[in-house]
């Protein structure tokens, strides 16, 4: 009756539609979203604090757009800490993170068969722990794909 052809049913129409024959992403220009390997940003907290901050929450959506639909990916989420306080105190609290984090994505979506978490308290520091700045991107959380 003259409405343009979406043969797939994705909301594109088959004119604008570079795979009209597959349900897409408006982003993928109506082709199905592949999955490929990217790189995700650490999300960074606060002294002694487990609480996501906004910018980890923007952080956090970016990473859970960039994933789409993909679903090959297991995501293991590592916590860190800073040196101050105690191994076992920062243990914990590397702990708390993560799982901040897990149950941010899985809010988001982001199925939980396909995610996990780990703490690493204060033993894997990314640079020096001897200045403020240091300590800052030491109390981080990061992610591992496979």
Known sequence: KGCPLDTDGDGIIDCQDDCPTQPGTKENKGCP???????????YFDFDKSLLRPEGKQALDAF???????????????????????????????ERRAQEVVKY??????GNAYIGSKGYGETQPITSNKTDAGRQKNRRVEFTLY
């Open 105 to 110: 994505l899985i809010t988001k979506g982001v």
């Open 33 to 43: 979203v592949t999955c490929v390997d990217f790189d995700v940003n650490p999300v």
């Open 64 to 94: 859970v757009s960039k994933l789409g639909d993909c679903k090959n990916f297991e995501i293991v989420v590592n916590g860190h800490t800073c040196n101050i306080g105690s191994n076992n105190y920062n243990q914990g609290l590397s």
